[in-house]
């Protein structure tokens, strides 16, 4: 492993278990967006919508983000919400004027948001978010950084660096499509707590899940598989994690980490 690769692999392994490498004052990573295969269904209550989205790195120099970083599109991403009004017809709507993006677990993850007044304003139910091809985002700038990102930086990571990563997230393969159906599955277990059929296997027929896993790489499939049975094992066997959700995003994100060394690997460890 290059020494580069291996600095990927110990910021990345860090970030996933929500451990932050970096400057406090340096301005973190741009992150990428890995493309919808299905849309990804947002859960909405009281306090809004949310969903979790699948990120990689596109800066392998500069810090992880931190927990709840914002962080903002560029210009012309495509990303949408989709959704159903009150005459039942389905409503496509540029995401850009709704959602907000905040860092999760490092690079791997972002929440996505609608805060209950734009949902109101919406007014649309069965949410979902759709990721074009090639979404790039941007941490937002603060007060007194001391190592912003430069319109070269940025220029790069969203330009040759996203492009050469869409073969690794945009396409579908065996770790993009294993991501995806994993992602679906987070997004379809409670955020707190655990349920007894969390992890009896329906979440195979979860809705968002579903359909899915039926357009699925299947060499993305049966991984994805893989990680399911996994976390059964670690859930209601060993009893070595507690819930299904906080497993899955564990293996998500060991996934994440080894598909994002092999990007880098593939521009030279740069």
Not at 19 to 36: E, I, M, N
Not at 154 to 165: D, E, F, K, Q, S
Not at 209 to 219: E, G, K, N, W
Not at 233 to 251: E, I, N, P, W
């Amino acid at each position: 492993m290059t020494r580069h690769s291996a600095y990927a692999l110990a910021v990345g392994f860090a970030g996933g278990l929500g451990l932050f490498v970096g400057s406090a004052d340096a301005a973190p990573q741009v992150l990428g967006l890995v493309a919808s295969l299905e849309p990804t269904r947002m859960t909405c209550d009281e306090a809004g919508c949310r969903a979790e989205l699948t990120a990689f790195c596109l800066q392998q120099a500069r810090a992880n983000p931190h927990p709840d970083i914002a962080y903002t599109p560029v210009d012309g991403a495509r990303l949408a919400i989709i959704g159903t009004n009150a005459a039942g017809e389905t409503v496509r709507l540029p995401a850009g004027p709704y959602l907000a993006f905040h860092s999760m677990r490092g690079y791997t993850a972002l929440e996505a948001t609608i805060d209950p007044q734009a949902m109101a304003a919406l007014g649309l139910s069965d949410v979902a978010i759709e990721v074009g091809e090639q979404v790039s985002l941007l941490p937002e700038d603060e007060a007194g950084d001391a190592d912003p990102q430069t319109a070269e930086d940025i220029a790069l990571a969203t330009g040759v660096n996203r492009a050469m990563a869409a073969k690794f997230y945009d396409e579908q393969n065996r770790s993009s499509d294993a991501m995806r159906v994993t992602n679906a599955m987070i997004n379809a277990l409670p955020a707190q707590g655990r349920r007894a059929s969390d992890s009896d296997g329906s979440l195979w027929g979860a809705a968002g899940v579903d359909t899915l896993a039926a357009r699925a790489d299947p060499a993305g499939l049966q991984l994805s598989s893989e990680m399911f049975s996994e976390c059964q094992h670690k859930v209601d066997v060993t009893h070595h994690v507690a819930t299904m959700r906080s497993c899955l995003q564990g293996t998500h994100d060991r996934l994440a980490v080894r598909t994002n060394i092999e990007f880098w690997e593939s521009l030279g460890g740069s």
